[in-house]
């Protein structure tokens, strides 16, 4: 069964940092790359950063490059989300998601995923 399960949101101040972790389960961890999007109220699903596991490339969307980096344990089966001098306007439900495929555009990262994890909430105050 493949699994994702997030953590390490929570309530952060302007400027601070958090770091999110997904532990994936049920595939071959190498196989695919593993991606975060987030989604605020009423806003569209966002791509935010993709790893590839095998190669250890990594892809940012222009609204976090710079302050956000990805990285993976692949002896964990571990990927994390490490976001800094963060703005109220990071303020989302985190996910990762097994990707099947990941491109950049115009600055947006866009993701296809067959997987994705349950969500964890990152809100950032002023």
Not at 19 to 40: E, H, K, N, P
Not at 93 to 116: I, K
Request: proline share 2%; with cysteine.
């Amino acid at each position: 069964e493949v699994q994702l399960v997030e953590s390490g949101g929570g309530l952060v101040q302007a400027g601070g940092s958090v770091r999110l972790s997904c532990a994936v389960s049920g595939f071959t961890f190498d196989d695919y790359g593993i991606g975060w999007f987030r989604q605020a109220p009423g806003k569209e699903r966002e791509g935010v950063a993709c790893i590839s596991t095998s190669a250890g490339s990594t892809y940012y969307a222009d609204a976090v490059k710079g302050r956000f980096t990805i990285s993976s344990d692949n002896a964990k089966n571990t990927v994390y989300l490490q976001m800094n001098s963060l703005k109220p306007e990071d303020t989302a439900v985190y996910y990762c998601a097994r990707a099947e495929s990941w491109g950049l555009r115009l600055g947006y990262l866009h993701l296809e995923y067959d997987y994705s994890g349950q969500g964890t909430q990152v809100t950032v105050s002023a």
